[in-house]
């Protein structure tokens, strides 16, 4: 793994309504929660919800979704939305969640592994992945960067999938 490759911090902007209900922007910083999950990955929460439907409340004062201490799930009925960022010659470990993910390469090239099988993928390409087992390569020359919407899910009864958690921050 290349140690000088930098993953520019995530911008993020957060609506809400204002007293009046006029739509305005309620938050607009940097992502605050990110952490290593392995071999130099860096995965950032950019949001996340504690079931579904989702409450929005009303009002400037909102919880910041993104501030959770998330483990790789999403709470029970809830998702996360969230980024990682690969480093060339990096990969994560094989894992499966009780979620349906949805995810989009931003950029770069990743390759996704699955028990039998890889599939190559380049920037703009969508991936559904239904709670099957997995782990991302990076196996390029260049970071890669993928967006993943991460939706709780029935179990499917298959081995042991990394469950939901979360801490107060």
């Known amino acids: 793994m290349n ?8 911008r993020r902007v957060v609506t809400v309504h204002d007293h009046n209900n006029i739509a305005k ?22 949001w996340s919800t504690n ?9 400037e004062n909102i919880e910041d979704g ?15 939305f969230t980024a990682l960022d690969i480093p060339p010659g990096s990969s994560s470990s ?8 949805f995810a ?3 950029e770069g090239a990743i390759e996704m592994d699955l028990d039998n099988s890889t599939v190559k993928l380049q920037q703009g390409d969508f991936i559904v992945q239904r709670g099957t087992n997995h782990a991302w390569c990076n196996r390029s020359d260049k970071k890669a960067r993928l967006a993943v ?6 179990p499917l009864g298959i081995g042991n999938p990394v469950l939901g958690q979360t801490k107060a921050q």
């Not at 079931?51 to 009002?59: A, F, L, M, N, R």
């Not at 919407?149 to 029935?154: S, Y």
């Open 25 to 46: 922007v309620g938050l607009d910083d940097n992502a605050p929660s990110k952490k290593i999950v392995g071999q130099g990955i860096v995965a950032t929460q950019l």
């Open 66 to 80: 993104g501030a959770r201490i998330m483990g790789t799930a999403p709470l029970p009925l809830g998702c996360r």
């Open 94 to 101: 094989m894992h499966r969640t009780e979620t349906i993910d």
């Open 3 to 10: 140690d000088s490759i930098k993953f520019p911090p995530m």
């Open 149 to 154: 919407v991460l939706v709780d899910a029935k």
């Open 51 to 59: 079931g579904s439907p989702v409450d929005i409340p009303v009002g």
């Open 104 to 106: 989009v390469v931003v």
